[in-house]
Nanobody, 125 residues
Framework: QVQLVESGGGLVQAGGSLRLSCAAS????????MGWFRQAPGKEREFVAA????????YYAESVKGRFTISRDNAKNTVYLQMNSLKPEDTAVYYC??????????????????WGQGTQVTVSS
């Protein structure tokens, strides 16, 4: 199992950028695909992006393609989400997740025990 702690959230104006980080504990980080999800008030949690074990393959929700970039540093046990050209509709709590089964998290969310606590991102208009 892996423990996940997100950071980097905050308040930013529309058009601005933020970089989220997710630090993982344990020595098996590189054996997990990693992903980001978000949940806005009154809405269901939705997939944002995921990356394979090696970092060679990434998947994105259509709503963030071209604006967000997911990356990972296995030496630092950390996954990142670079968010550019932010919009008010990106406002949400962002969650980091790990999945030993692979990065296709859009259709198959990670197991319940593999989630961080979340970090708030607020984009003002």
């Amino acid at each position: 199992q892996v423990q996940l702690v997100e950071s980097g959230g905050g308040l930013v104006q529309a058009g601005g950028s933020l970089r989220l980080s997710c630090a993982a504990s344990g020595r098996t980080f590189s054996s997990y695909a990693m992903g980001w999800f978000r949940q806005a008030p009154g809405k269901e949690r939705e997939f944002v992006a995921a990356i394979s074990w090696s970092g060679g393959t990434a998947y994105y929700a259509e709503s963030v393609k071209g604006r967000f970039t997911i990356s990972r540093d296995n030496a630092k046990n950390t996954v990142y989400l670079q968010m550019n050209s932010l919009k008010p509709e990106d406002t949400a709590v962002y969650y980091c997740a790990a999945d030993p089964r692979g990065p296709r998290m859009g259709s198959r969310p990670p197991p319940d025990d593999y989630w961080g606590q979340g970090t708030q991102v607020t984009v003002s208009s």
